[in-house]
């Protein structure tokens, strides 16, 4: 009997032949948010997120480097996870596919298959990419000027001719199945235009794939019978699998968390996650996942960033500019989750100084001054204004964009009532009717309505931006900001502010 009860979120694993960049930050915030925003909403989340351990790159990483291949993900996976604990990514597990819990998982998904009558000996001859970790068809590859075979993500690098002895796995029995589940479920993957990719490619036939390789030791080895040879399995194929292996499966409670309700991808790898991931769950018997978001990219000066091919802005300069929180809000704010989006200094500095300091920052410091400087500190009794009418309809539209997973659309939202909360401020001018003691229940209901709306800014950019906005509901006497359906109730009427730290300092001088 399925017992499941939570909300289930996963990432793509991070290959472990290099440290992380750009664009891995922009994965793990952006699903970060999701899985802070479930939260916020009140419900029980378990977020995955981890590295990918095997492969030819690896192995050649680790050899170029002098180690053995265990000491080399040892080294990048703890890089790995000491850059998401700084940007405050709220994982619950981190899923190695070394571990021997993967290992139990990826074979028993394996003869699962192979019971089904799915899974047969065969020989594989054509080209592979090494960068991918993925075997090419033809339609995949281009020529460069020279006549050279390339693969268009990987244009630096030779790809290989390969031939050998594998395992596969018949796909092209699932493409009925696979076409009536995005019938059936339209929002499996999504942004629509991803599913529409993956449709065209479905119906266009599908051929089986090779799912073990021959020539490798660096891996899971392949469940085979006596007499049947050594092989490993094919990287993408257990790297799938570690979203079931992360739930315990086929031991213990598993099915408290499977299926997962969503899992997060770069739109780069879709194919193996609405095809062939799907594919290999029905031959297994297992669940489908609910979902599978396809985000976009982030560039810079118009190339993908890419540690492989010279891309890059580093994370540390990224991170250091303004904090680990206006980093994340940047890229939030300006890499749309259901597209790609530009790295700019430039817009970053923008955003940072007109939307986080100005904004949010001195809407903040000015309330709390004038509550200390006109009420002792103290937040006065709750009366409605027409800021609380804001407050409210905000928070509609904003759950709104949450939920359909616009996270940016969230963010303008948010921002939205920070412009409502300061235009507020200048209209009923509290530096006026504190000297007028005839309109004082007239102040107190200013100053609380504007405390009400910082709350509820930092309830609503938690998800974004956990650090500074537990700091601004602290600056309140709250212990942390408030789920979503806890706003409009939120009386602060009677508790000490603190006015600490500014929120987000203007830099001494231009950056």
Known sequence: ??????????????????????????????????????????????????????????????????????????????????????????????????????????????????????????????????????????????????????????????????????????????????????????????????????????????????????????????????????????????????????????????????????????????????????????????????????????????GKLSKSEGVKVELDDAIERYGVDAFRYYLVRDVPWNGDGEFSWERFDARYTAELADDIGNLASRTLSMIVKYRDGVVPAHSETSLDTEIARTLVRYRGMMDDHLHHQGIQAALELASAANGFVETQAPWALAKDPARAAELDATLSSLARSLVALSSMLFPVMPGRMTDLARSFGLEAPPLLDEIVACDLAGRRVTKGAVLFPKPATPV
């Not at 596969?168 to 929002?187: I, N, Q």
């Open 1 to 302: 009997m399925n017992t499941k009860d939570t909300w289930y979120i996963t990432t793509a694993i991070d290959y472990a032949n290099g440290p992380p960049h750009l664009g891995h930050a922009v994965e793990k915030i952006g699903a970060d948010v999701m899985a802070r925003y479930q939260r916020q909403k009140g419900g029980k989340v378990h977020f995955v997120i981890g590295t990918d351990e095997h492969g030819v790159k690896v192995l050649q990483s680790a050899q170029a480097a002098g180690v053995t291949p265990q000491e080399w993900v040892d080294r990048i996976s703890g890089r790995f996870r000491e850059t998401w604990d700084r940007l405050a990514i709220s994982y619950d597990d981190f899923m190695r596919t070394t571990e021997p819990r993967h290992r139990v998982t990826a074979q028993e998904v394996i003869r699962r298959m192979r019971a089904n009558g799915d899974v047969y000996r065969g020989r594989y001859e054509g080209y592979y990419c090494v960068g991918c970790e993925a075997f090419k068809r033809d339609e995949e590859l281009t020529r460069d000027e020279q006549g050279t075979i390339r693969c268009p993500l990987h244009p630096t690098r030779t790809i290989e001719w390969t031939e050998e002895e594998n395992w596969f796995f018949r796909l092209s029995a699932y493409g009925p199945r696979l076409l009536k589940l995005y019938d059936e479920r339209p929002d499996f993957l999504r942004p629509q235009s991803r599913m529409n990719e993956v449709r065209r490619l479905v119906e266009g036939g599908l051929e089986d794939i090779s799912i073990s390789r021959a020539q490798l030791s660096w891996g899971v080895p392949f469940p085979t019978e006596p007499g049947e040879g050594n092989a490993v399995i094919y990287v993408w194929v257990e790297a799938l699998i570690n979203y079931v292996s992360a739930t315990g499966f086929p031991n213990g409670d598993w099915e408290r968390l499977w299926p997962a309700d969503m899992h997060v991808i770069g739109k780069d790898i879709t194919r193996f996650h609405a095809v062939y991931w799907p594919a290999m769950l029905m031959s297994a018997g297992l669940a489908l996942p609910r979902a599978v978001w396809a985000h976009g990219f982030v560039t810079i000066g118009g």
